[in-house]
């Protein structure tokens, strides 16, 4: 058990699922990787499961709303990854369109996922496929809409009280 | 006989002389036993919670025993932020105290969203626009003395209670009815 | 009539939100057998107060006492996360005071915390003085705090940075003459009072064990995932601040008397680790160094190139982490914080669904988890 750099983190996913790392930003704060949303539940496994990589704790799920990107609106999801036994770290980004953001559910693999999905699909409206309740967690049952995508517009009044904003 | 006259000077009403002290009676119990309704929200419950514990003490007024449930406890001290999600639940409980009943809104989130108040989509700009609220109590949060200040006038406001007059409750605004 | 003639039916029963020892306004459902609990469902949001909504709304200094406002028991490391990430997004250099001021105010925060949660704790069980007996040892912290910043609750001290206000000789010796009144006669006192008292071990010994694996699978973290046995802890694992340079230990659970990763555990971790942040800010009094105590210019505003990062801290109830992406302004593009106690009550349904458990020990094993819900719900 050994702490790994990134490089080394990358060439280990690689030898396994090589196509899976559609990009690499290591000249950022943090490195991040980015990862084809098909393929993200194979990789999350092999974050876990691989002695080397370790990746047992799931540390936070992050949805951010970009509907003003070049390439088209995009919601991304990102993933950070932690080991308790090998003290590294993995910051993993899946890129969804923001038109239909569907990415496959992690709960299998780390069961922490579970809320932190619920809560991603509560503010953002990413659809985790193969989620085993996925429904609003934060916000009332019958709230609409997603807080956090950028065009949201608050209620004026929910079940009759108002919504006044000053 | 003359203490008493001068206490009611309404000739209409002279004769119900026992009913005014029984009254001030009432009054003077009620109001040095006020069982506050364990209602924590949010940061404001944390200084409510020192307010009933070792330094500031609140038993030393007579209202120390925080009830677990609404159907024993004559305030409410509404503290920390009501969402939307809970608002509900405020109402509900509001309508389990027994009358006389009195709310207390502690912290600049009950009173009108405090910190909330242009971003919380989510969070209630007042409790008074679901329950009836008699004493306000500012701050974010509210020192543990401001709280026993509004306690006091709370009292203050129970001093002026009449057995037979409703008249306080029913002029008090519309509250919404959860749908 | 014979034993088998009585019918017994399953309940749903609600707890909560409003139940004094759900620590605020949790709620759980439960479907019981008579005292045992066979299933149970957690509901949060109650308190959802849309931090990260704010946050895109104010700009990055704005933001901070937001931050003190999602967990309200510990508001200095959570302005001590948020600033460290923004700090490390921009590159700001945090002056050497500042960094030993910080550890002295955080690790009080963190003393602070542990007596509510103790002194909760020992309410939930049924034992009402030490809930007393803590709150008059908090308020001698929240005296200095607010000698210190003014404020008793929601510090917003620590800021992007530096800290707000110079730490004084006179608060210094306060906070020593605190130290030498605490360590070790008052928490020894908190030992015989709760800690060993044959009904309290009896409440919490071998209830609501998590194994260490569950434990790092659900993302518990901090004191939590530490009375399992797992010797997690951020101040040493991916030290930030200056703590590598200062001396303490990472206090586990051992299952002394029950099983690892019992209440009781998790208990005690909190108790033991009281010795070590008073150890700590005692290190950090001795040798805190002369100088500026902020980066006047961090004060004024600061507007962090295009970029992104996460950066994690160690808070009273464990992983405080942000995670802030930039779009070149001085307005946050997005916060995101990770809570600690939200991961920690996830793993509560598990447990009841895992283990037998009674309806009276869901209370303790709440109170074991030790949850803020400002925190849970943001
Ligand atoms: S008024 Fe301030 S201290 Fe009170 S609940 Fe609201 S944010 Fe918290």
């Known amino acids: 058990m050994a702490r790994l750099e990134i490089g080394q983190i990358i060439a280990v996913l690689k030898e396994k699922l090589p196509e899976a790392v559609s990009e690499e930003v290591l000249d950022g704060v943090d490195p991040v990787i980015v990862v084809k949303a098909e393929q993200w539940a194979a990789v999350a496994e092999l974050c876990r499961d691989d002695s080397r990589l370790g990746f047992d704790l799931l540390s936070c799920i992050t949805g951010v709303d970009y509907p003003e990107r070049e390439e088209g609106a995009e919601i991304e999801v990102i993933y950070n990854l932690d080991s308790t036994a090998n003290l590294h770290e993995l910051t993993v980004k899946v890129k969804l369109p923001r038109s239909d953001p569907r990415v496959a559910s992690v709960e299998g693999t780390w069961a922490t996922a579970d809320w932190h999905e619920r809560e991603t699909y509560d503010l953002v409206g990413v659809i985790f496929e193969g989620h085993h309740n996925l429904v609003r967690i934060l916000c009332a049952d019958d709230w609409v809409g997603h807080p956090l995508r950028k065009d949201y517009e608050p209620p004026d009044s929910f079940h009759g009280i108002k919504n006044v904003i000053y | ?179 | 009539m014979t034993e088998a003639k009585i019918r017994t039916e399953e309940m749903l029963l609600n707890m909560g939100p409003q139940h004094p020892s759900t620590h605020g306004v949790f709620r759980v459902v439960v479907r019981t057998d008579g005292e045992l609990i066979l299933e149970s469902q957690s509901h949060i949001g109650y308190l959802h107060r849309c931090f990260e909504k704010c946050a895109e709304g104010n700009n990055y200094l704005q933001v901070v006492p937001y931050t003190d406002r999602m967990d309200y028991l510990c508001a200095m490391m959570n302005n001590w996360g948020y600033a460290a990430s923004i700090e490390k997004l921009t590159g700001i250099e945090v002056p050497e005071r500042a960094e030993y001021i910080r550890v002295i105010v955080a690790e009080l925060n963190r003393v602070a915390s542990h007596l509510l949660a103790f002194g909760t704790y020992g309410l939930d069980i049924g034992a009402i003085t030490p809930f007393l007996y803590a709150f008059r040892d908090r308020e001698r912290i929240l005296k200095i705090f607010e000698k210190l910043c003014g404020q008793r609750l929601n510090y917003s001290y620590v800021r992007i940075g530096g800290v707000t206000f110079d730490m004084t000789d006179e608060i210094l010796s306060d906070i020593e003459a605190f130290c030498d009144y605490f360590d070790p006669k008052i928490i020894d006192e908190y030992d015989n009072l709760l800690s060993y008292n044959g009904i309290f071990i009896s409440r919490t010994a071998n209830v609501g064990v998590i194994p260490a694996d569950l434990a790092i699978s659900y993302g518990v973290t901090g004191p939590s995932l530490r009375g399992s046995g797992v010797p997690r802890d951020l101040r040493r694992d991916a030290p930030y601040g200056i703590y590598d340079r200062l001396e303490f230990d990472v206090p586990v659970g051992s299952g002394e008397m029950g099983q690892v990763g019992d209440c009781w555990d998790r208990y005690m971790v909190r108790m033991r680790e009281m010795r070590q942040s008073i150890r700590l800010v005692r290190q950090a009094i001795k040798d805190i160094p002369d100088g500026p105590f902020c980066d006047k210019k961090a004060f004024r505003g600061v507007k962090p190139k295009a970029g992104e990062t996460y950066k994690k801290v160690e808070g009273a109830r464990g992983e405080v982490g942000f995670y802030v992406v930039s779009d070149g302004t001085n307005i946050p593009y997005r916060v995101k914080a990770r809570a600690p106690s939200f991961c920690n009550i996830s793993i509560l349904d598990k447990l009841t669904s895992m283990s037998d458990v009674m309806l009276a020990d869901l209370v303790a094993i709440i109170g074991s988890l030790d949850i803020v819900l400002g925190e849970v719900d943001r």
């Open chain 2, 1 to 179: 006989m003359t203490e008493i006259e001068n206490r009611n000077p309404d000739p209409l009403t002279k004769n119900v002389v026992l009913m005014t002290a029984v009254d001030d009676i009432i009054n003077a119990t009620r109001a040095n036993s006020v069982w506050p309704l364990t209602f924590g929200l949010a940061c404001c419950a944390i200084e409510m919670m020192a307010t009933g514990a070792a330094k500031y003490d609140l038993d030393r007024f007579g209202s120390g025993p925080f009830r677990g449930t609404p159907r024993q406890s004559d305030l409410m001290v509404v503290a920390g932020t009501v969402t939307h999600k809970m608002a509900p639940r405020v109402k509900r409980l509001y309508d389990q105290m027994p009358e006389p009943k009195y709310v207390i809104a502690m912290g600049g989130c009950v009173i009108r969203g405090g910190p909330y108040v242009k971003h919380g989509y989510h969070v209630v700009k007042g409790v008074d626009l679901v329950i009836p609220v008699d004493v306000y109590i500012p701050g974010c949060p509210p020192r543990p003395e401001a709280l026993l200040e509004g306690i006091f006038k709370v009292q203050k406001l129970m001093k002026r209670e009449k057995i037979l007059d409703r008249t306080r409750r029913t002029t008090k605004p519309e509250v919404y009815q959860p749908v």
